[in-house]
Each structure stands twice: as C-alpha cells, then as structure tokens.
C-alpha cells in the first residue's frame, strides 16, 4: 500500500524530479471505506478523496516482476 506524503502542516509533499529517475508508471486502487460513494466523483477527484492506495502488480506481467 502507499499513501500520499505530508510535510510540516500537514501540506502535501511535492518534488521535481528528473525524467530519467521515473522507472515505470504504477496502477493505483483506491482503499474503499464503509460508506457508498457520490456518483458526482470523478476519475480526476481520487487523489484528493482517497488516503490510501493499493499498488497493482497485476496490471501487467512486467509490474508483477517489479512488484516480488
């Protein structure tokens, strides 16, 4: 699981970093709660709705050997 990083404040943690350092992209499932979601939400509003992540090693055979 991941979770988005937070610095002093409790302001989230952003960084450059270079193009070069990025190895693959990852599939992210969102951790559901108990209570049913708004079918307002969007695919751009998980980021900000969600805390925590599952990382799918599934997505792709080359993600499952990352991920062992």
């Known amino acids: 699981m991941v979770k988005p990083a937070f610095a002093a404040q409790n ?3 952003f960084a450059v970093i270079h193009i070069d350092t990025i190895f693959r992209a990852a599939h ?3 951790v559901f709660g108990t209570t049913p979601l ?3 939400i969007k695919f751009y509003h998980v980021l900000d709705i969600f805390k925590l ?3 799918n090693k599934f997505a792709d055979h080359h993600a499952f050997e990352i991920a062992l």
């Open 28 to 30: 992210l499932i969102p």
């Open 11 to 13: 302001t989230p943690h």
């Open 53 to 55: 992540f599952y990382v």
């Open 38 to 40: 708004s079918p307002s």
